[in-house]
């Protein structure tokens, strides 16, 4: 693609990229930042995308640019905070840390069950079945980070609701 | 818990209440906000619902955003270094190859040519004929996979 059909592209889709990147991030210059990157990113690989697919495909970008952004914010902001970070989560909590009790592991799967999805399966193979991150992303067919965030949620949401039975800390 | 459930349906993907509240400008707390955003970075059928929204998409003030054509030549620019990067680290003796194959020599800029130890390339091709044409092999599969060969047509 030329320079100029480019720009045009640009033209074309700026209000709406920006929209995707606004709507994710919630703060409008870090959006403005996401649609330059997005579009930079976009030209590298526009040949490969046809052009009535160029809406989902530009907010796909956007939306994988606000991913990355998103999580290394939350990630500084809890780190600060003394919490635990996502790229924390490889070191395995498994049944018997969340749980100290004697029918802790039935009481997890039962937990874990009730979470739903998009947590059941990735948390099902992380704490029981003791897969790896790489393992589960290739399973689930889900990217490692997403498989990350989700074993990172699903462990709270259990810490709690374990928390609220009476269990653990 | 609940947000969650209000969030992913029972095959994981996001609810229309989780579409409605972003496209909406709804506020969503920041880790629902990060699973929505990974989940739209790789789900073909939520992102389709998601874009859908969208359409019609209301006027926005973007004056502060650089000019499309200042991008567009941004874009073409980094595309160039990181093409030259990438051969700097596949093995010089491919890069030359493909340029001259591609026939887009001249068209490279010289300030963004990386810094290429000449005599470690040269070592290198000399090392053995098998090594080298396997280099230029990898190199290019690389190369391909990168998708670049536009940086030569723009
Ligand atoms: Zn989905």
Known sequence: ?169 | MALNHLYFDSGGHLTAKALGDLASGAPIEELARLEIAEHLSYCDKCIKAYTDLLCPQPPVDLTQLPPAQVTARRAAREGRVLFLQRCARVGFAACLTLMVWLGGLSQIDPETLPKVDMHAAGEKISDSLADFSQQISDGLDQLFDFSFERSFKS
């Not at chain 1, 030329?2 to 409008?28: H, M, P, T, W």
């Not at chain 1, 870090?30 to 009535?52: G, K, P, V």
């Not at chain 1, 640019?65 to 914010?73: E, Q, Y």
Request: proline share 3%.
């Open chain 1, 1 to 169: 693609m030329k320079n100029s059909e480019f720009s045009a592209l640009i033209e074309r889709y700026q209000s709406f990229v920006f929209a995707v990147c606004f709507q994710l991030v919630g703060d409008k210059e870090e959006a403005l930042d996401l649609t330059q990157e997005t579009f930079l990113s976009a030209y590298r690989h526009i040949d490969t995308c046809r052009a009535e697919n160029y809406r989902p495909w530009l907010a796909r970008i956007a939306a994988n640019k606000a991913k990355d952004f998103l999580r290394s914010a939350y990630q500084r902001r809890v780190t600060a905070s003394g919490g635990e970070a996502l790229e924390e989560l490889p070191a395995r909590g498994g049944p018997e840390e969340l749980c100290d009790c004697a029918d802790g592991v039935r009481r997890i799967r039962e937990k874990i069950d009730q979470l739903g999805e998009p947590y059941t399966m990735a948390a099902r193979m992380y704490f029981l079945e003791e897969k790896s991150i790489e393992e589960i992303s290739t399973r689930l067919s889900r990217p490692k980070k997403t498989i990350q965030t989700q074993i990172y949620r699903a462990k709270q949401m259990l810490r709690q609701s374990l928390k609220e039975d009476g269990y653990g800390t």
